[in-house]
């Protein structure tokens, strides 16, 4: 799977899913070990992995880091109603964008980015996504 639509996917699965850890830390080491604050949710996972991610108002402001890769990157989303606008990029140079649109149950994603990754992902609830 390309590096980009991965990384957007799973911070949409890994928000939705990931338990926040205070103490003690993970047994299962898939999961990341979590700190928030009002503000600020910042984790780290046992590969080395780390995001943090902070909300101010209708926008979401998330940064991360990609051990295997030496990766660095930010994202911010903006949400307007139904309807969120999301801007990303990568240390290696790598740029992407994209809208969700949420219906009901259901979630319509179009993401691009500048390594040539063109996609449409539809999630619902009762079906998952496709």
Known sequence: MPRA???FSG??????VTPVLAAPPSIRPELALCTRSVSLLACQDDY???YSVAMAGTTLFMRGYE???????AQTNSRYG???F????ASDGEVWAGWVRK??????T???SSSGIHSKVICDRLTGCR
């Open 5 to 7: 639509f991965a990384f």
């Open 11 to 16: 911070w949409v699965l890994l928000l939705a």
């Open 48 to 50: 080395g992995n780390s």
């Open 67 to 73: 051990a295997s890769s030496h990766r660095r990157w």
């Open 82 to 84: 139904q309807l969120t």
């Open 86 to 89: 999301f801007t990303g990029v």
């Open 103 to 108: 219906v009901g149950w259901t979630s319509v």
């Open 110 to 112: 179009r993401i691009s």
